[in-house]
């Protein structure tokens, strides 16, 4: 399993069998099937939903209904917020989260 701690280190932790995610003290599994990411990309095109509702869908379908909830009612600093997607799809795709963003940052400057 991987552990990806989401905290200040930003660091991937290494493990056995299911990625993890490591907020605060606690570890959520991720859920990194292909039929788990496919749904996920298709939440990325649809543009009939608010990007609150896709980030909520998105973390229900990764990490479960519970952990969903757990998570939004932290109300994470945004900074955090928006790392963390880049740790669940790291988690997801076995992708390094930090270059993942690093990515999208360089893709939204050309754009």
């Known amino acids: 399993m991987r552990i990806i701690d ?3 280190t930003k660091e991937i932790l ?3 069998n299911c990625p993890q995610l490591k907020i605060g003290d606690k570890l959520y599994t991720v859920d990194n099937r292909e039929s788990t990411f496919d749904k ?3 939440l990325q095109k649809n543009s009939e939903i608010t990007e609150k509702e896709r ?3 998105i973390y229900e379908l990764s ?3 519970d952990a969903a909830k757990e998570i939004e009612e932290m109300d994470l600093p945004v900074e955090n917020a928006i790392f963390l ?3 669940i799809m790291g988690a997801i795709t076995g992708e390094d ?3 993942l963003q690093k990515l999208a940052k360089e893709k939204s400057i050309k754009n």
């Open 14 to 16: 290494t493990g056995d």
């Open 6 to 8: 989401t905290g200040i």
């Open 55 to 57: 980030t909520h869908l």
């Open 97 to 99: 989260p930090k270059e």
């Open 85 to 87: 997607s880049y740790c």
């Open 63 to 65: 990490l479960g209904k």
């Open 40 to 42: 996920i990309q298709e």
